[in-house]
T-cell receptor
C-alpha cells in the first residue's frame, strides 16, 4: 500500500534560517507528490506539487524535487519567516480519483 | 469565486448520537472527498463521491456514510458516535475523477464527542 513518512517535529528555527523537512514515500505505480500547509485553526492549503520524476514544485519561496531514485520529496526554503509557522504535510496520490495519502505532519515554529 | 465551504464549523455530540456534516465544493468542481484528521495526525481518507455515487472508500466502518447531491454538494453522516470519532473533518473538492487534479480543502468541521 501507499505510505508517507515525514520527519518528526516540532522544528524550531530562527527567522531567515534555511529549512528542510524530509519526506519519503512508498507507493504502487507512479504517484503525484504534494506539500500541503495548515495554519493554526485552518484547513489545508496546497503549497506545491510535482507529478513526475525530476519535476520541481515551487511556491512562495518553497521548493521540492521529486526524486524517484530515493523515493523522496523534501521541502526546502532558503530563508524562513515568522509567518511560515504552520504544520506541513507531505502527501501522495496514485492512479485516478485523487485519493490522498498523508504523512503525519511536521510542525514548524519560526522565531524572531 | 467561493472556495470549498463546510458547515457547521464546530459541533459537540454525545456518544451514540448521529451527526451530519455538510460541504459545498469549489465552483466548477464535481468530485468531493472527505477526510478525518485526528489531533496531531495527518488526514485519513474516508470516501469520495462523484456523480452522486461513492467511488472510493478508505478503511472506515459502515457507521460512516455519505451522499452527494445533483449540485455536487455533499454530506457526511456518522452514526453511533464514539469518543474516537472526535476529530477535524475535512472536505476536499476537485475536477475530473480520472485525472490528477489538485484537491482544494475546506476549513473543516471540528467534532467533539463527549
Amino acid at each position: 500500500g501507499n505510505s508517507v513518512t515525514q520527519m518528526e517535529g516540532p522544528v524550531t528555527l530562527s527567522e531567515e534560517a534555511f529549512l528542510t523537512i524530509n519526506c519519503t514515500y512508498t507507493a504502487t505505480g507512479y504517484p503525484s507528490l504534494f506539500w500541503y500547509v495548515q495554519y493554526p485553526g485552518e484547513g489545508l492549503q496546497l503549497l506545491l506539487k510535482a507529478t513526475k520524476a525530476d519535476d520541481k514544485g515551487s511556491n512562495k519561496g518553497f521548493e521540492a524535487t521529486y526524486r524517484k531514485e530515493t523515493t523522496s520529496f523534501h521541502l526546502e526554503k532558503g530563508s524562513v519567516q515568522v509567518s511560515d509557522s504552520a504544520v506541513y504535510f507531505c502527501a501522495l496520490s496514485t492512479g485516478g480519483g485523487n485519493k490522498l495519502t498523508f504523512g503525519t505532519g511536521t510542525q514548524l515554529k519560526v522565531e524572531l | 469565486d467561493a472556495g470549498v465551504t463546510q458547515s457547521p464549523t464546530h459541533l459537540i455530540k454525545t456518544r451514540g448520537q448521529q451527526v451530519t456534516l455538510r460541504c459545498s465544493p469549489k465552483s466548477g468542481h464535481d468530485t468531493v472527498s472527505w477526510y478525518q484528521q485526528a489531533l496531531g495526525q495527518g488526514p485519513q481518507f474516508i470516501f469520495q463521491y462523484y456523480e452522486e455515487e461513492e467511488r472510493q472508500r478508505g478503511n472506515f466502518p459502515d457507521r460512516f456514510s455519505g451522499h452527494q447531491f445533483p449540485n455536487y454538494s455533499s454530506e457526511l453522516n456518522v452514526n453511533a458516535l464514539l469518543l474516537g470519532d472526535s476529530a477535524l473533518y475535512l472536505c476536499a473538492s476537485s475536477l475530473d475523477l480520472a485525472s490528477q487534479e489538485t484537491q482544494y480543502f475546506g476549513p473543516g468541521t471540528r467534532l467533539l464527542v463527549l
